[in-house]
């Protein structure tokens, strides 16, 4: 049963979080894919204002109609029929317009400032276009008086290269917008089980008071991808796995998971927590680059019973290329909390299956009185599942029913699937709860500029280690779980991988 409204789309007025929307790169992959099916949503949901207005803006010509017909049938295409509702559907086409425009250049910009002569809301400017331009298009808004105080815009990653790279770009974006305005995204931290996560290990005096290395025993944090590089050749070879994927959404999952809680609510005091646990990251080198840490790149394999090249043999491969395109390490937060903690993170791409998840690994008790060979599942895990599908589940012991089953335990979970738990409710999608949280000024969600340069600086230091150590990365087949290494360098401490998908 789709979700029941009292008044499907109806507008709010003109409330507090009512904007202009300034959309870079309005018909690439990330707007049309993602971006405008999140604003319909919530114009259909009643949490646009009326006055709220989308300016598209990209570099191809195209008038008004054009523009409002491609979006029509990029929102046609991904949503469901259910979602589909046509006062909604026209009232959002209708905020829409359009400008053809070279964001390197000063020319043209005059037509935003023009478009908001009279606004007496904030404009938002989200750059969804390559980050190296970022600087330009700030300087360009800056310049034609586009930009005024309640002005605030949203970035999206990779920002930068390397830590050198990101404060290049930071520093642009800085020079026409102070720290309180800029909204750099990670989608991850707008998932619905991402909230969750805040919510059960602070509301709950159940985990609360077991979160710390007296209790835990070890921390799995997976994200894996079924597709190879889908096209994105030129970008990807540059970047490679640690710096696409661990950089940013592993990283700040990790920060989620070991950051001490913070003093309330607000945006600052959650990302200084964050920022705590980036600086007490344990560094790699010497033995630890070998022991602790596993380059991988996929090669010919199948995938869902197709078979599927290797990365070499991908459309315009470098076939000399050393990029990853899988990473696995074990790495420790040094503090009070966390000490002799291993955190394992795993992420690659042609994977068996589309899978982010944390696990958290409870400590056995100290004195056990059950089955000796059973003794190796005796212990609770917590597993919070952000896709495919939102979940959190805890693992517990209980006695094997029947007559002659004695006191053999058995593993089973109590579990709580959104999907299930909540049947009438549609989850929103992570860049609707990212929009919403831009459209009324706050940051939480969203990344502060020492977080990104605190992550680099981490990430820079074990690149660094990989350039002098010249290892080549190993050859895992596409439809696994990466190469043999990975497996080993958790079974060397006596663990495995949770793999009960």
């Known amino acids: 049963m789709s979700k029941s409204y009292a008044s499907p789309g109806a507008p709010l007025g003109d409330r507090d979080h009512a904007i202009d929307l300034a959309l870079f790169g309005a018909l690439g992959d990330l707007a049309m894919r993602k971006l405008f099916p999140a604003l319909y949503h919530l114009d259909r949901e009643g949490l646009m204002p009326e006055a709220t207005r989308i300016m598209g803006l990209a570099r191809q010509e195209h008038d008004l109609a054009e523009f ?44 935003i400032r023009q478009w908001r002569e009279g606004a007496n809301h904030p404009m938002v400017v989200y750059l969804s276009v390559a980050a190296r331009i970022y600087g330009d298009i700030c300087h360009n808004l800056q310049e034609s008086g586009s930009v005024d105080d309640n002005t605030r815009v949203v970035v999206e990653k990779p920002i930068g290269y390397d830590l050198r790279s990101s404060e290049e770009i930071n520093d642009a974006i800085g020079a026409a917008f102070p720290e309180s305005r800029v909204y750099r995204i990670d989608h991850y931290l707008g998932k619905e089980t991402v909230q969750n996560l805040i919510a059960l290990r602070f509301a709950n005096p159940l985990f609360g008071t077991q979160w710390n290395q007296n209790h835990i025993s070890h921390v799995e944090i997976t994200v894996a991808e079924k597709v190879g590089i889908e096209g994105r050749w030129g970008y990807f070879d540059d970047a490679g796995q640690l710096r696409d994927m661990v950089q940013n959404h592993l990283l700040q999952l990790l920060c989620l998971i070991a950051m001490d809680p913070p003093s309330n609510l607000d945006a600052d005091a959650i990302r200084d927590e964050k920022v ?23 090669i010919a394999g199948t995938s869902d019973g197709q078979t599927v090249p290797g990365y070499l043999d991908e459309e315009g491969a470098n076939t000399q290329s050393q990029t990853e395109t899988f990473v696995a390490m074990k790495t420790e937060v040094s503090n009070w909390r966390w000490a002799g903690v291993p955190f394992y993170l795993r992420t690659g791409k042609r994977m068996p299956e589309k899978l982010s998840q ?44 029947g007559l002659d089953k004695g006191m053999r335990l058995r593993p089973g979970p109590l579990h709580l699937d959104f999907n299930s738990a909540f049947p009438k409710s549609r989850i929103p999608d992570a860049y609707e709860r990212l929009l919403l949280e831009v459209m009324k000024g706050q940051q939480y969600l969203f990344v502060r500029r020492d977080e990104v340069e605190h992550a680099w600086r981490w990430c820079d230091q074990l690149i660094a280690g990989w350039q002098t150590r010249e290892t080549p990365p190993r050859r895992y087949p596409a439809g696994s779980w990466g190469p043999v290494a990975s497996i080993a360098m958790i079974t060397q401490d006596g663990r495995s991988w949770y793999e009960d998908y």
């Open 276 to 298: 705590k646990v980036l600086k007490a990251l344990k560094p790699f080198a010497g033995e630890a680059l070998g022991r602790d840490v596993v380059r991988g790149q996929y």
């Open 68 to 111: 409002r017909e491609l979006v029509s049938g990029a929102l046609r295409k991904r949503l469901k029929s259910s979602e589909l509702d046509e006062e909604s559907f026209e009232r959002f086409l209708n905020r829409l317009d359009y400008r053809q425009l070279d964001f390197t250049t000063l020319e043209g910009f005059e037509a």
């Open 358 to 401: 944390i696990v958290i690994h409870f400590r056995q008790q100290p004195h056990y009185i059950f089955d000796p060979d059973q003794r190796d599942i005796a212990s609770n895990k917590l597993i919070i599942r952000l896709q495919p599908e939102e979940g959190i589940a805890l693992q517990v012991l209980t006695k094997d029913s």
